[in-house]
């Protein structure tokens, strides 16, 4: 009796520590904290990386006392990315001449990745179905407390990146947004794909059935256009098209989208001229910047096919090919799976694709169940077109590496494990696992 007590402590533990940590992802860049200086700027610690640190913490200590530690298909092709990763980096010291400093900089940012994807093994180990729907609402109300926030920081708070940290670089750190919304991540770019991650969610739970306040959807839309971000619009457009290729076109999709677009028409002129303001409408210098940067991507991926040129070190190699390093915005590039092939090659990127492709197969796998509730279903076909819609939009931001977008995704993605794990069917497939108790496969 005293040791399940114990058991159904830790158990309860990490879930109560991750719903901490997805409510404090608001703290966002408002909890930095100097760590590492890479020459032209920090690289700092967050807040929010502590929280995710005190997830794995107590999810390891949950795992020693249920004696019992699960890892997916999905975690095994994970790991050995980051082993590809962390090669590469090691591999690019004789052929870029990297500094033992350099490479150091380089896995500490590997280390972070690792860090964010425990958060899947957590949730796969330590949630359970009946638990899915509080996680869901725990990320959920705080995306909408995100775009509260950054829809009152638009109206009152212009320039806000650099009102919070008035010593940044206009254009190195932040770009000067204006009334843009970037709450708390102060990157319009980056707040368009937190929001439309949840946004997306939402809708696959409305065309499913799903009882849900018609003002969410309408809330997140409107901070999403309060973003203007070309990018995550795009995301949205290809991540609905998915959901209603599932879904169909429910009547309550009919009337959500009836009411936006008639309240868009209604602000069309103040948005047309809002994006205006901002040069949104036409090919502006932020998407010359994009081409030219997915160009020298391109050169450098060419130069190195195979293994890539590390995990983080594309700061470094630019200045091997001449490019100059203003800030740490030169450690990655736009084009979201060009990037990673940039840093991990063909062998690389192979990982990254086949991780993918499992996550959503699997998310296939629950919403064609006939034995799945409609609300696993709905959450299930909304997993899968949040995927695919940051994927498509980290094509012109980093989005798909940002930690704020992993964070929500691993746990997403966590989520589709239980509920797959749930089935009693074999529609579903199998999910092989690897249970490790007291030190020894079992």
Known sequence: MPVRASVEVWRFRPLAVLRIA??????????????????????PLLVNDLCVLAVLSTGLLGGLASRSFRVDHVASVALLFAAIGACSAVLAIPRFGLTSWELVISLAYLARWLVYFGLYLVVINVVRVED???LWRALEVTILLFAVLGLLQAVFLPHFAQLVYPDSRVAIDWDEQGH???????????????IMIVLLVQVALLSG???????????????????????????????????????GVSRRIIRIAAVILVLSLAALPQIVRFAQGYNKLGIDESALTRVASWLRALTVFADNPVIGVGFNTYGFVQERYGYVRLGASSFSTDGGL???AVMTGVVGLSLYVGM??????????????????????????????????VTVHSIFVNSLLTTFVMEQLWVLWGIAFVIARSLPTPDAPPLPTRLVACGAAA
């Open 180 to 194: 843009r919304l970037v709450s708390t991540v102060l990157d319009p770019n980056i707040a368009g794909a937190m």
């Open 132 to 134: 899915v729907t509080g």
């Open 22 to 43: 997805i409510g404090l992802l608001l703290v966002a860049q408002l909890g930095r904290i100097p760590f590492l200086d890479t020459g032209t700027g920090e690289a």
């Open 356 to 389: 993918l492709v499992l996550i959503v197969r699997r998310c296939r796998a629950v919403w064609r169940s006939g034995l799945a509730t409609a609300e696993h279903r709905a959450l299930a076909t909304g997993i899968a077109a949040a995927t695919v819609g």
């Open 338 to 340: 060009l990037f990673v």
């Open 209 to 247: 059935g799903g009882r849900s306040p018609l003002w969410k959807p309408l809330l997140l839309f409107a901070a999403l256009v309060a973003t203007l971000s070309r990018s995550s619009f795009l995301g949205l457009l290809v991540g609905g098209a998915i959901i209603l290729a599932v879904r």
